[in-house]
C-alpha cells in the first residue's frame, strides 16, 4: 500500500468514527420513532382512552412523521453521498434512491401527510398512519436478505411441503369429522369446522376450544399430534441445509470478490480468478499473532477476510482491514519482508502461496504483463522506494 | 455443438416457450379445479346450507369433473409426446400412463362419474367424491420425492424414535395416572384416558381438558414438558442430517449422469466414469462473467451444472443450458479458443482441466481412439470446418 | 474369494432366507404379545370394565406371558447359535444372555409368574405385570443406539442447557409471580404455582389453566414464549450436529474395519490401517453398472461399503455384500481382470489404487512379504489356479 | 518426555485423583446448596405455610448462607492454587478472583448477610435472598460457553429474525383485531390485546383465553399458525449451523494450540504453525490398537487430541493424554522406534509425516536449528540416553 493511499485510509477512518457518533444517534432517533408510531397506533385502539391521552398520542405521531418527513428529505439529498456507485450525475442518485425499494416505502410512510395538507378534514384512519412505519423496519434487518435468499432457494420444498401439510390437513380434519361429528354435532359441525381443529391441533397450538372426546377421535388426535412433531422437522431441516449450502456459496463468492478486487487480478476472466479463488488457504489466527515477520523470506501474500491486521512501518503502524491484503510486493521483488506484521484480533486470512502465484504467472504472460506493470506503478507512487507491506 | 443441433435446439426452445405459456394457463385451471373439488366437498358439510347453495355446489362439481375427465383424456391420448422415452409404440406409452401411479390417481378421481352414468341414482355420498381431487395433489409436489426419500433412507432411526416415543408414552401416562388418579377420578379415570394426557402433553399441543393438579403430578407434568422439548430434537436431526446426505448423494449422482452423457464418455464403465467425476472442480460463477475468451489458449472443458451461458458465435449468439457442456474440441485440437463465453446468470460450472484430460488419454489407449472418432465426426458435420464452442 | 468358500456363502445364504420367513412371522407374533399385554394392563384401568371383559384380559394377559416365558426359554438355549462369537461352551454363551442386559429385561417381564405359581395368591397388582413387556421393546428399537450415543456424547452442552432452562424459567417465574400475585392471587398463589405456569409456557404446552392477565404480565409472557422458541433451537441444534459428527466418526470407524478385516491388513498395526483407510476413495456407483471387466487391465481393487455386486464367474454368477471385496488377486499379479463385475444396486465402493497398493508395499518390505503369503494361499485353493473375483 | 518430567505426572495424576475425590464430594454439597437455597426461597411464598415451616425454612437459608460464606472464602484464599497461571503473588491471584465475574456473582449471593449483620433488622426481603444463590449455577454449566459464543456469533441473523418476527406479529394482531373486533369487542378489544393472541398463536403456546371465531378470522389465524411452524425452523437452522461452524473453528484453533504448545514450534510465528496445523492428519483410533511398535521404522509424529495412549517403557508403562505428543524423537535421529504404543480408549490422534516434517526443515534452517537444539536439551536429561517416546 503506497503512502499516499495509507494518508487516505487514515483521513476517510477518522471521519468514518466522526460518523459514526452521530450515525448511532440518528439511528437510535429513528428506531425509537419507528416503535413509537407502531406502539402509538396499537395502543389507539384501546376502548378506554381517554381524550388527553388521545391528544398526546396524536402528538407523538405528529412528530414521528415529521421525523420521517425529515429523514426522508435528508435520504434524498444526500442519495448521492451515501450511495455513490455507479450514478454519474447527483440527480440520477436521488432518482434511484426515490425509486427503489425502500425509497417507496420511505414516501409509503410520510404520503398520509400529504392528503391531509392537501385535504385537511377529520377522519379516524389517519390515527392510524402510524402503522406504516412498521415498513421501515426493512432498513434495520440488514440480515435478511441471508432468510430471503434461503426461502427462495428452498421455494420448491417448501411449497410441496406446504402441499403435503394441506393434504393431511384434509385427510384428518375428514377423518375427525366423520369420526366425532356424531358425538360433538356442535364443535364438529362439518368439515371446515374441522380443519379448524387440524390446523390447531397439527401446528400444536391446541386452544382448547374444539377436541375430539371419543375413543377412535382420540386414535385420530394422537396420530395427528405424532405428525404434527414430524412436520416442524420438515421445514427445520429444509432450512437448516439450504442455510449451509447459502452460506457456503457466499463463502466462495466472497471469496471469488476478494481475488477480483485485487489491482493485480482485476482483468482476468471469471474462471480464471474462480481458479486463483481455488489457490488460496483460508487460515484462522489467533490475535496478537505474528504473521510475517520483517527480515524473513517472502513465501506467501495474504488476503484478509476478516479481523484487523497491524502493520509495524515508521512512523506508526498502521491497521489493514477485511478485503485488504499486504505481502504482495516482497512476493514479486523476491526480497525479505520489509515489515511485521500482527493479528489485532482473530483474523480469517486467505495465503496464496509463493510457488503458485509464481506458477500463474509462468502460465499465463499476460498475467506476468499485469503484474510487472502494477509493480512499477506501485513502486514509483514511494519516492523511497521501500514496499510497505512487503 | 454442431451447427444442425444447433438450429434443432432453436426450433426446440421457441415451441416450448409457446407450450410454456399454455401450459402455465391449463395448469392453473386445473390446480384451480383442484381446490375448488377438495374445498366444495369440505363446505358440503355445513348444515346450514341452502338448497340453491347447495345446486351451486354440485354444478361446480360437475364442472370440475368434466374438467378432470378431459385432463384425463388429453394426457391418455398424448403419453406418447408427453413422455417419449423407452416407448416404441404409441399404445404402449399410453398404457403405461393408464397403468402409472398418477394415472391411477387420475382415473380414480373421474370414476365415480362412469358409475353415476352407468347407474344413476341419488345418493348423498356423490356430494364428497370432490374430495378424491386430492390426489391429484400429487402431480403438483414434484420435490415431494425427496421427502420420501429421506424418510426412507431414514426409516429405521425414526421408527426406533417412534418405538421409543410410545413407551415414554406409556411410562408418563402411567406415572401421571398413579399420581393423579386420587385427585381427579373423572379426568385421570385410567391409563387410556392418562394416555392421552401424555400424547397431549408431550407433543405440546396442550388443550387444557385434562392437566395434572396435585403438586406431584405437575412434577411429572413438567418432566413430560422438558422430554416433549428433546423431542422435538431427535426427529429435527434425524431429518436434517437426512436431507443433508441426500443432497450430497444427489450432487455426486448429478455429476456422474452429466459425465456419463459426454458422448466421449459414454462407452466408459462406471467406475471410469466415477472416477472422472472425481476430477471435475466444481466452479461457481456469478451472472455477465467471460467464462473463456476468443484466442486464448484452452486450458480445460467445462460442463454447466446449473444457469445458462451464452456462446457468441457468428450468424448470432446461442445459449446452452443445464446438462450441456463446451470447451472441448479446443482441447482435443490444442488449438485456440473461437469463441467467448459468458454466463447469463450465476452458473455452477465443472472444469476438467486439459491435465487430467489428457492423462486420462494416455491411460486409456480405447478412451483416447473413441475420443478422436467422436472428434472426427463433429468436425465433419461443420461444413466450414470451424468448431462452435471452442 | 476360493470356490469352497463361495460354496459356503450360498449355503448360508439358502439357510438365512429359510430362517427369516419363520424369524418374520415369530418377530410378529412377539411384537403383537408385546402390544397386546401393555394395551390389556392399560385397559385394566378403565373404571367401567365388565367381570366378562376383566377376565378376558386375564386371558390374553397368561397366553402373553406364556409367549414370554418360551421366547425365554429359547433364547436362553439357543443362545450360542444366536451369538457363537467369542463363547467357547455353550453353556457359557447361555449365562452371557442371562446376565446381558436384554436377558435381564426379558427375565423381569416373566418373573412375576414363578412368584405367583410360587405362592399363589390373589392381588390387583397382577393384573399390571402386562406394562413390564414394555421393557422388550429395546429387543426392537435397533437403531436406538445411536440416539444414546448421541445423547451421551453431547451430554455436556445438554447438561448446560438444562441448567440454563431451569435458571430462565425461575428467573420467569419469579417475574410472573410478582408482577401476577396482586392481579390472580389465587392461581399465581407462589412461585411454585408460578414455576408452573412458566414450563407450561415456556414449552409451548399452554393448558389455559394459568396464564396473566395484566397488561405488565403479559409483557412477560411474551418473553417467555419468544425464549421458548428460541429453546427449542437450542436442543435442535446441539443434536443435529451430534448426529452428523456420529455418523462421520462411524463412517471413519466401518472403512477402518472394512479395511482391518481384509486377510492382508489383518497383521497390520492401527495407525497403518488408519493410513489405508485414507488412501480409500468412496464411489458412488448406479445399479446395474460395470464396476470392471473382463480382460481389461486391473488399475484398482475395491471393498463394498453398501450395495451387492455380482460377478460372472462360471458355472453361475455370485454376489457380494456389504464388508466383502474383490480385484486384488488381479493387481497382485498384475494381470487382467478374469471376471465382469456388475452393481446389483446402488453401490458404495471404496477403491484403493494400484499405485497407491504398490507404494504400500515398497515402503513396508514386512507387508509386501504378508500379501505375497496370502496370495500363495489363495491361489492353492483353487485347483484350476483361476482367480474368482480378478 | 524425560525421566524426570515422566516422575512429575505420576505424583501430579495421584494427588489429582485424591482430589477429585473430596472435589465430588465437596460440589455435590455445593449444588445441594443451590438446590436448597433456591427451594427454600421460592417455598417462602406458598401463603398456606404454617410459622413452623418457616422457622425450618429459614434454618435452611441459614446454613446455605454459611456454606456459601465458607465457600467464598477458601475460593478466596485458594485463589494462587486453583488458578496459578499468570499470577507473580499470591495477593494479586486473589484479588483476581474477586474481582472476576464468577467472583462477583460469589460475593452477591453472601452480600445480604453482612447487610444483616452489620444492621440486624427483621424484614420479609431476607426469606428471598436464596433465590440469590442461583446465579451460582454459572459455575456448574462449563459448555454454557459455547452456545453463548454461537449466539454472539449469530447475533445480526438472530436479531433480524427478531425483527421479522415482531413485525409479523403486529401485522396478524391487526388483521385479526380488523377481522374479529366485531365479533367479540371484550376479547380482540384492541390491537395490543390482538398482539397477546398473535404471540400466544405464533408460539404455539395457545392458552385458548383468547381466539377467532369468525371464519375469516379462522383463516387468518390458521396462516399465523402455519407461520409459527416456519418461525421454529428460522432459529433452528441458524442455531445449527452456528454450532457447526462454531465447532469447526474450535477444532482449527485447538489444533493450532496443539502445534504451538509443541516446545519444537514454540518459536515460529503463527502463520507458519497454521501452516504445520494443516499438514496434520486427524486419525480415529479405536481402543488397544498399537499405534506404534518397538524396532520398527519411524514414519511420522504423533499429537494426541483426545483420549489416552500407553507406552510400554521399562519399569512400569506411562500414559499419555490430551495435548501431549510423541514419536518425535526417532523422527529426530531416524532411529527405529523403542517402545510400543497402544491406545487405551479410543484416541483421535493428529500424525505429522516424516516427509513434512523434514520438508519443513530443510525450507526453514532456523526452525532446523532450533530442533536440533531441543533434541540436544531432551537428550541430555536422560541419562542412559535412550529416547523414552521413541
Given amino acids: 500500500m503506497p503512502a499516499l493511499q495509507r494518508g487516505a485510509a487514515y483521513a476517510s477512518r477518522e471521519r468514518t468514527i466522526g460518523r459514526l457518533r452521530l450515525g448511532s444517534l440518528v439511528k437510535a432517533v429513528l428506531i425509537a420513532s419507528i416503535l413509537t408510531s407502531v406502539l402509538g397506533a396499537m395502543l389507539f385502539t384501546l376502548p378506554d382512552l381517554s381524550e388527553t391521552q388521545k391528544q398526546w398520542l396524536r402528538y407523538a405521531l405528529a412528530t414521528n412523521l ?16 451515501i450511495n455513490p456507485e455507479g450514478q454519474a450525475q447527483p440527480w440520477q442518485a436521488r432518482l434511484a434512491y426515490a425509486r427503489s ?14 392528503f391531509w395538507l392537501l385535504i385537511p378534514h377529520e377522519s379516524g384512519i389517519y390515527n392510524f398512519v402510524g402503522l406504516l412505519a412498521l415498513f421501515k423496519s426493512a432498513h434495520y434487518a440488514q440480515s435478511m436478505q441471508l432468510f430471503i435468499t434461503v426461502f427462495r432457494n428452498e421455494r420448491k420444498p417448501l411449497m410441496s411441503y406446504l402441499v403435503v401439510l394441506l393434504v393431511l390437513l384434509v385427510l384428518f380434519a375428514t377423518a375427525a369429522y366423520v369420526v366425532e361429528h356424531d358425538a360433538q354435532p356442535n364443535t364438529f359441525r362439518s368439515i371446515p369446522h374441522s380443519m379448524w381443529w387440524a390446523i390447531v391441533t397439527m401446528s400444536t397450538v391446541g386452544y382448547g376450544d374444539i377436541m375430539p372426546i371419543t375413543p377412535l377421535g382420540k386414535l385420530v388426535g394422537g396420530l395427528t399430534m405424532i405428525l404434527g412433531i414430524a412436520l416442524f422437522a420438515v421445514p427445520a431441516g429444509i432450512v437448516t441445509n439450504g442455510f449451509a449450502a447459502e452460506l457456503k456459496r457466499r ?18 476472466d471469471a474462471i480464471r480468478i474462480a481458479d486463483i479463488a481455488q489457490l488460496l488457504k483460508a487460515q484462522v489466527v489467533p490475535a496478537r499473532q505474528v504473521v510475517v515477520r520483517r527480515g524473513e523470506m517472502a513465501d506467501a501474500m495474504f488476503f484478509i477476510m476478516s479481523g484487523e491486521v497491524e502493520v509495524d512501518v515508521p512512523p506508526e503502524p498502521i491497521r489493514l482491514g477485511e478485503g485488504q491484503y ?23 486470512l486467505l495465503s496464496l502461496d509463493a510457488r503458485d502465484f509464481r506458477r500463474l504467472m509462468e502460465r499465463h504472460p499476460d498475467l506476468k504483463l499485469a503484474i510487472e506493470r502494477v509493480a512499477e506503478a506501485r513502486l514509483h507512487t514511494h519516492a523511497d522506494g521501500t514496499p510497505v507491506t512487503g
Avoid at 101 to 114: K, M, S, Y
Avoid at 334 to 348: G, H, K
Fill in 251 to 268: 463463502e466462495f463468492v466472497v471469496t471469488w470478490r476478494t481475488v477480483a478486487n485485487v489491482p493485480l487480478f482485476k482483468t482476468l
Fill in 101 to 114: 425499494f425502500l425509497g417507496l416505502l420511505d414516501l409509503l410512510v410520510i404520503l398520509p401527510i400529504f
Fill in 66 to 81: 415529521a421525523i420521517f418527513s425529515i429523514e426522508y428529505a435528508v435520504r434524498f439529498w444526500l442519495a448521492p453521498e
Fill in 326 to 348: 499486504f505481502g504482495e510486493i516482497a512476493l514479486l521483488k523476491e526480497s525479505p519482508r520489509t515489515a511485521t506484521v500482527l493479528t489485532v484480533e482473530e483474523c480469517t
